[in-house]
């Protein structure tokens, strides 16, 4: 569940992120269109239009940023494997099973001795698998100029995460266990029940309580562009209440914005490196993204469909542990499906479902962007404007990826997929 509570809830924060801009002026081929019978008209060829964005980034530029989108998937398979090595350390030593113990000793109560051995499980994890979030989350990003955050405060973050999934994954590991003990039949539907329940409450609190630890929360300044969007928002019925700036600057060079909460808590939040790094038809544009979200409910929708994702992982664990139990049971000390001392196998073979599922959660995710940016262009009406934008997120994401790449590894539409629907409602909508 950790995995699959980690990966809610940043999709839940449905980034649309940019980097800094090249300076280079927009200008549009044009085709003439070739008509005998009608006046002479000229019409945007969307295909040519698209094709002159991708001509824009060349070379050493687009061989960097499809190095570290390939990169990124790699790292899929290497966090898997990792996670299976650390769980193997904990499983074939028996330091998983003394942790346990120490626990049974501590305390009476079955549901503390479950806390406590996730709190203990929780930092040990952490800290094994330390070397590779550091080169993940800090060597990589400043080796490609992502990163704003010196070490200390990329340590300091890394700790108030850590804080944060102790926190949520000692709530939701000890009801687990608890359901595990209770209904050993039916656990799993009663876990996927109280997991989409958990995950619904996270998302609720998550503005308010978890992203304020990271970063300050202001009213969007006072000026023309705020102006422009409060009254794009008006115009789509969200509450000026409800849109919010932050200072992500701190911690990335990434122009983004994000849809947050659920229910009384949603929010739109756009971040200072896209009010200081865009033109205003770029930011209109994001922003009308985003109000896209918020206007087809896209939370409440990603809860449902990720609720039925997890559903499929507690079944693949319920079937899978037969056979790990049969294989390892003994020799790694677990007594069976409800002690937590077999947690880091049950975490293993979540992750194996977790790293297949990928296509879907990718593909669940995209299709929802594919909404957002067509309910944006129709919102704003700045094709331009989200052309350039989408144009901005090749630094970092590949542009022009082969088709089963797109289906299997991007959780928004491909660079050229968005530029080209911008520019075929350019096409079809401006005349
Ligand atoms: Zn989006």
Redesign the pocket.
Known sequence: MLKLLAACTLMLF???SYAQGTGVPSTLPVAAVADPAAPVTTKLDPVAATKAFMNRLQGEAREKSDAYAEGGYWLLLWNLLYGLAVVWLLLSRGISSRIRDFAERRTRRKNLQTLLYVLIYIPLTALLEFPLMFYQGYYREHQYGLSNLSLMSWLGEAGIGLGVSMVLMGIAITGLYAILRRVPQTWWAWGTVAGAGFLMLVVMVAPVFIAPLFNTYKPVPDGPVRNDILSLARANGIPADNVYFFDASKQTKRVS???SGMFGTTRISLNDNLLNRTSPPEIRAVMA??M??YVLN?VVKHMMAFSLVLLGGLLFIKFSWRWAEARFGKQIGVRGIADPAGLPLLMALFSVYMFLATPVLNTI?RT??TE??LFGLNASREPDGFAEAIFKLAEYRKLEPGAAEEFIFFN?PSGYSRIFAAMRWKAESIK
């Open positions: 449905f980034g649309v914005a994000n849809v993204h985003e896209g979200h896209h995710v929802a962007e957002a940016d928004h």
